[in-house]
């Protein structure tokens, strides 16, 4: 296979030499062994890392050790790029075993460059990036899958779908963002794939499925596409709400969907909602999306946050206190990318301390502007409160957002209204336009409920309770 990579991974693993010389363990083991070597091209270096966050501190706090170093093996000041995205590259081994199975029948799963779903290899791909897939595959499995009460159900459904594919068909997970969905369906495609290495699996983006059809259709290559995506035995689209409003896509995509179905092809579908909250979705698409297992992972809890972050901490080095662990699980609620993203950012900093201790103090003071960006999560939105009270109301979404007038609708639609005066700081109009109404019927609605609250006492203590579990759901 290639080798135009090999001389940046040469040069890399020289400097590595170097640095290690130079550099604390724990740092270098922190900060270098993870870097990814991607490109030398005339001065230019890229280098690959996980996040915006670990590029910028690389730069400020080792730019200059690493540019030197690099002048001693090749005698020239080469520029630094850096190009995120990238997970570590654990060790040597890992990498000669990653590189043994680039000519497997393994079909690829694409991770990390999701323009392009791969089923079949066209051209090599490097070492590091291979690599760096896999390793971003083996990161999420299932053993390294926190389950807790919020996510039981879609754990167990993955699982499901892992062991005895095609029976769950399709397997729809939902829920909020960075809720571990990507998670839980690659984790699937990591055990079908471990069970049987020649099954062809595709993991894609919606997004990414929407590129490649534009592509295909702008070079006369529709067969093309259709037999590619047809010929597969596991299907994994992740995030199937951006399908909304696209309808030749959809319409691609149902008939993708019913040849594979008819085959007993598992299909997995992630989305931040439930099929039919999708607008702009077409209604056959919705009832083929709720034809199998639908399953919801929803905000984790405190218990689950702490059991989240000591399992995370297992893959650093440094340790943090019981007591700064259950500050981060306390503060940080919105998701669990923002929760590993804490932890990071604190054991990043320990060990660039030389492993100091951090105080409770600090990491308040290092995670401000995560802190902060919380508090704007919990300002409660008026897409929760409709959606808490449709839930509630055992209606859906949509039906609040109709015009729809049977009084078992109507209600829901005005104490939603009501709730949502109360609540948010929005004005009449605005709450008027998340509810596709004008502000007249808001202004209505917020006094006919009120009124209904004084005449009612078992209205009211509803409306309370909704109220109250509304604010307690908030500042979880
Ligand atoms: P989503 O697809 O729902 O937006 P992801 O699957 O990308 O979220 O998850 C975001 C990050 O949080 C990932 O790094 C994932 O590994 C991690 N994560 C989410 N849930 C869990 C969990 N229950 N246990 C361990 N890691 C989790
Ligand atoms: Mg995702």
Redesign the pocket.
Known sequence: MQNTQQPVVDIWQATCKILREKMHEASYNQWIKVIVPIELKNEDLTLGVSDSFFGDWLITNFGEMITESLKNVTGKELKLNIEIGHNPVVDEEELAINYSIEDDELTLVDIKDEKKAIVKEEKPISIEERSARINCLS??SFE?????EE?RYA?AAASTAAKSPGVYNPLYIY????????????AVALEISNNNPNAKILYITCEALLNRYVDAIRQGKHAEFRNEFRNVDVLLV??VHQLSNKFRLQEEFFNMFNTLYNESKQIIL?SDKEPSEITGLEERLISRFESGVTTQ?IY?GFE?RLA?LK??QEDHLVKLSEDVLQFIAQRISA???R??GALLRLVAYSSMMSDCPISLEKAEDLLVNLLEKEAANRAISIERIQKYVADYFEISVNDILSVKRPKNIAEPRMVAMYLARRLTEHSYPEIGEAFRKNHATVMHAEKKVGKKCTDDEVFMRTISMIERQLQQKNAQ
Not at 144 to 148: A, H, P, S, T
Not at 177 to 186: A, I, R, V, Y
């Open positions: 990161r999420h390294n899958f926190v389950v807790g996510n754990f829920g909020g963002t960075g809720l571990g969905k990507t998670h839980l369906m690659q992740d995030d992630t992972i984790p689950t989240i399992a995370k998701s669990v990318r929760l590993e």
